[in-house]
């Protein structure tokens, strides 16, 4: 069964940093490309940032300069790495893979981790 598990969401200040991780059960080269969405209270999910296998990356404008997105193909995990972090980053965040199937593709979320920051 293939899984993705978050962690690392958590209460911080604006301006704050935290990093999210996402580990994947099963190589990370199956997954392409692998990303980050979330959503704030009371709105739809939104991208924030995706991940090609061959290093090539996409930010949300709102996120752009602020949060990187990185892999360690090693550990098979996706990070998010977020630096000066607003109120407005408040969310539950999800990762995300997509991945060859018999037939086509298919998506794959993890279970989602909060992320507060206070003002």
């Known amino acids: 069964q293939v899984q993705l598990v978050e962690s690392g969401g958590g209460l911080v200040q604006a301006g704050g940093s935290l990093r999210l991780s996402c580990t994947t059960s099963?190589?990370?080269?199956?997954?392409?490309?692998m990303g980050w969405y979330r959503q704030p209270p009371g709105k739809q999910r939104e991208l924030v940032a995706t991940i090609t296998n061959t290093g090539g990356t996409n930010y949300a404008d709102s996120v752009k300069g602020r949060f990187t997105i990185s892999r360690h193909t090693v550990n098979n995990t996706v990070y998010l790495q977020m630096n000066s972090l607003k109120p407005e980053d408040t969310a539950v965040y999800y990762c995300t893979g997509r991945r060859l199937v018999v037939g086509g593709t298919s998506t794959y979320w993890g279970q989602g981790t909060q992320v507060t920051v206070s003002s």
């Open positions: 099963t190589s990370i080269y199956a997954f392409n490309p």
